[in-house]
């Protein structure tokens, strides 16, 4: 198995899941990562109860195991003179430093950009952080929920004009996941420029920077007509206004189907067949493109008619030949068992530290049509005395760091 970042020390002074799961990917891809938690109290998602996503099993706890699979655990106090130190020895030969804390909390450690380089000035040092290090909101902290999710615009575009309410993000730590996998592609492209440069980058990625390139299209849209274009009303029809093969369209079970034919032309013949709609193939309000168009919303209610008659069951069987483009609406129940995503590596076995086989969802990287071999998270300091010895410290060393208080 291919794994490009072997080689490749990181070490990650970061907790929650947006900069973390970075480090996971980068763990995915073969590269050291050291985990820096806090001496005492650890990554402070740790203690996240079930109310906050923290479902556990045993010592499994998705949701340290989704951004921390793979890594190395050292527990620190980097207030103290001894723990500060043990970062900058691990520092001297890492090629990443991977960090989230905000600016003042950096400033109060002494880990900004130039207190690493000074350890090690050809580190890469990457801040993922909620607003960018620039502007206002600078020294503000924000999550996916907030700064991606709300700010940036996707519960606007998802939530319908006439909603009671503005619609939640689809699961927890959603930005955090798209914007951890943007930190390390961004990582990947700093340590190739220093390989062909010699120049080391400081790099940043923002919730804020994710949540728009998310939206990009329509906030170019936006700036190009001044028009924005909110969801419709719930009252509004299930089909496209211009298009009666693209939209959400109920099942007589109460479940979903999304045809996404955007060529209704092309395909609309073939997809009459597959809804038992055949007469309308020769029908002269349908029998172009040009017609198909102007008449989409009388099109479209014989769609969503036919496909209101049948189980979800049924049309997941009878679509598997339709030639144009469409996806079951699913949950995670189906995901899980979803063929295709299983065929592809999408979700994969990792042991846990009990020994017993888990399941993880895996980045979305291949290198040679190889998914990666997951290896779980660190318990909290696990890897403490190991790393510590590493880096020359003798038994006795480490015993008066811990009575110091400075490691775990």
Same mark, same amino acid.
């Given at each position: 198995?291919?794994?490009?970042?072997?080689?490749?020390?990181?070490?990650?002074?970061?907790?929650?899941?947006?900069?973390?799961?970075?480090?996971?990917?980068?763990?995915?891809?073969?590269?050291?990562?050291?985990?820096?938690?806090?001496?005492?109290?650890?990554?402070?998602? $740790?203690?996240?109860?079930?109310?906050?996503?923290?479902?556990?099993?045993?010592?499994?706890?998705?949701?340290?195991?989704?951004?921390?699979?793979?890594?190395?655990?050292?527990?620190?106090?980097?207030?103290?003179?001894?723990? $500060?130190?043990?970062?900058?020895?691990?520092?001297? =030969?890492?090629?990443?430093?991977?960090?989230?804390?905000?600016?003042?909390?950096?400033?109060?450690?002494?880990?900004?950009? =130039?207190?690493?380089?000074?350890?090690?000035?050809?580190?890469?040092?990457?801040?993922? %952080?909620?607003?960018?290090?620039?502007?206002?909101?600078?020294?503000?902290?924000?999550?996916?929920?907030?700064?991606?999710?709300?700010?940036?615009?996707?519960?606007?575009?998802?939530?319908?004009?006439?909603?009671?309410?503005?619609?939640?993000?689809?699961?927890?730590?959603?930005?955090? %996941?798209?914007?951890?996998?943007?930190?390390?592609?961004?990582?990947?492209?700093?340590?190739?420029?220093?390989?062909?440069?010699?120049?080391?980058?400081?790099?940043?990625? %923002?919730?804020?920077?994710?949540?728009?390139?998310?939206?990009?299209?329509?906030?170019?849209?936006?700036?190009?007509?001044?028009?924005?274009?909110?969801?419709?009303?719930?009252?509004?029809?299930?089909?496209?206004?211009?298009?009666?093969?693209?939209?959400?369209?109920?099942? %007589?079970?109460?479940?979903?189907?999304?045809?996404?034919?955007?060529?209704?032309?092309?395909?609309?013949? &073939?997809?009459?067949?597959?809804?038992?709609?055949?007469?309308?193939?020769?029908?002269?309000?349908?029998?172009?493109?040009?017609?198909?168009?102007?008449?989409?919303?009388?099109?479209?209610?014989?769609?969503?008619?036919?496909?209101?008659?049948?189980?979800?069951?049924?049309?997941?069987?009878?679509?598997?030949?339709?030639?144009?483009?469409?996806?079951?609406?699913?949950?995670?129940?189906?995901? !899980?068992?979803?063929?295709?995503?299983?065929?592809?590596?999408?979700?994969?076995?990792?042991?846990?530290?009990?020994?017993?086989?888990?399941?993880?969802?895996?980045?979305?990287?291949?290198? &040679?049509?190889?998914?990666?071999?997951?290896?779980?998270?660190?318990?909290?300091?696990?890897?403490? &005395?190991?790393?510590?010895?590493?880096?020359?410290?003798?038994?006795?060393?480490? !015993?008066?760091?811990?009575?110091?208080?400075?490691?775990?």
């Amino acid at each position: 198995m291919h794994q490009p970042m072997t080689g490749v020390k990181v070490v990650e002074v970061a907790q929650f899941t947006f900069t973390p799961s970075a480090g996971a990917v980068l763990a995915d891809w073969g590269a050291d990562v050291i985990k820096v938690e806090h001496a005492e109290m650890g990554d402070a998602q $740790r203690g996240f109860g079930a109310g906050l996503g923290g479902v556990a099993e045993g010592r499994f706890h998705p949701i340290m195991e989704h951004p921390n699979r793979g890594k190395k655990s050292i527990g620190l106090s980097l207030d103290k003179p001894g723990g $500060r130190q043990v970062l900058l020895d691990l520092c001297k =030969d890492a090629d990443v430093f991977l960090t989230n804390f905000l600016p003042a909390a950096r400033r109060k450690l002494r880990i900004e950009v =130039d207190d690493i380089r000074a350890a090690n000035p050809q580190i890469i040092y990457v801040r993922g %952080s909620a607003h960018g290090p620039k502007g206002p909101d600078a020294e503000k902290g924000g999550y996916d929920g907030s700064t991606f999710w709300c700010r940036m615009g996707s519960a606007w575009g998802v939530t319908p004009a006439d909603s009671p309410k503005v619609i939640s993000p689809p699961a927890g730590a959603y930005g955090d %996941s798209m914007g951890g996998m943007t930190i390390a592609g961004g990582i990947a492209a700093a340590l190739f420029g220093r390989e062909r440069t010699g120049e080391p980058s400081v790099v940043d990625v %923002s919730l804020m920077s994710v949540g728009a390139w998310a939206m990009g299209l329509s906030l170019s849209n936006t700036l190009l007509t001044g028009v924005e274009q909110a969801q419709p009303p719930l009252s509004a029809p299930l089909g496209n206004p211009y298009n009666p093969i693209v939209g959400n369209f109920r099942t %007589s079970d109460d479940r979903w189907i999304t045809l996404m034919m955007l060529q209704p032309g092309r395909y609309w013949a &073939d997809a009459c067949r597959h809804l038992g709609l055949d007469e309308l193939i020769d029908d002269e309000r349908f029998d172009t493109a040009e017609k198909l168009i102007a008449n989409a919303e009388e099109a479209g209610r014989y769609v969503a008619d036919a496909i209101a008659e049948q189980s979800f069951a049924y049309w997941l069987k009878q679509l598997q030949t339709l030639e144009g483009q469409w996806s079951p609406v699913q949950g995670p129940h189906d995901i !899980i068992k979803d063929e295709q995503l299983l065929a592809n590596g999408g979700i994969l076995p990792v042991v846990d530290a009990d020994g017993v086989e888990r399941h993880l969802v895996a980045n979305p990287v291949q290198f &040679d049509e190889t998914p990666p071999v997951l290896t779980r998270a660190p318990q909290f300091a696990e890897q403490t &005395d190991d790393l510590l010895r590493e880096l020359g410290l003798d038994e006795e060393a480490i !015993i008066a760091l811990k009575i110091d208080g400075a490691v775990t």
